[in-house]
T-cell receptor, first 114, second 115 residues
């Protein structure tokens, strides 16, 4: 158990809908990362937050947004969902924001868009 | 831009034999390199990392990896494979010169260890 929690574990929804994925980092970790894992695109970095501020952005679609709250939990919002958004979404956390920081991954949220 | 290549989708070895999972990388600055393992329906687990110093890095569960700057490689190795090592392995790179933790992952290599 990495100490990173993600809810829900599974999510099934329809095209055009909006969902929110939640992540609680390990105790003491200030940085949160979101990754998408899909069969066709592999494991891709979406976005990083550090202490409430956006730190780095990857291949995140405009339909997706994220934020990190004062209690350091993070939410990833996915809107106008398409079939291709079906994937496993991972959250990771680290103590610091730097590339040397070890990232600890949560168990993931499996999103199925029908 | 940064990228990682894992040239083998699948590696099969017999239990007790040595294993190697290959990884090459490209990054504009100096690299930080990582190996993760993923078991079915689980998140990624950290195995080892190269930040600086000795080119041979030792990690969890008896795994090690060798950083080779001239060949831009970071191959994962284990002297004696176990059936329980069967899993999906990911290599990842981060650019040392950035101030963020953006990771670029390879496509993954499925390791199967047969008894």
């Amino acid at each position: 158990d990495s100490g990173v929690t993600q809810t829900p574990k599974h999510l099934i929804t329809a095209t055009g809908q909006r969902v929110t994925l939640r992540c609680s980092p390990r105790s003491g970790d200030l940085s949160v990362y979101w990754y998408q894992q899909s069969l066709d695109q592999g494991l891709q970095f979406l976005i990083q937050y550090y202490n409430g501020e956006e730190r780095a952005k990857g291949n995140i679609l405009e339909r997706f947004s994220a934020q990190q709250f004062p209690d350091l939990h993070s939410e990833l919002n996915l809107s106008s969902l398409e079939l291709g958004d079906s994937a496993l979404y991972f959250c990771a956390s680290s103590e610091g924001p730097l590339p040397s920081s070890e990232q600890f991954f949560g168990p993931g949220t499996r999103l199925t868009v029908l | 831009a940064q990228s990682v290549a894992q040239p083998e989708d699948q590696v099969n070895v017999a239990e007790g034999n040595p294993l190697t999972v290959k990884c090459t990388y490209s990054v504009s600055g100096n690299p930080y390199l990582f190996w993760y393992v993923q078991y079915p329906n689980r998140g990624l687990q950290f195995l080892l990392k190269y930040i600086t110093g000795d080119n041979l890095v030792k990690g969890s569960y008896g795994f090690e990896a060798e950083f080779n700057k001239s060949q831009t490689s970071f191959h994962l190795k284990k002297p004696s494979a176990l059936v329980s090592d069967s899993a999906l392995y990911f290599c990842a790179v981060r650019d040392m010169t950035t101030n963020a933790g953006k990771s670029t992952f390879g496509d993954g290599t499925t390791l199967t260890v047969k008894p």
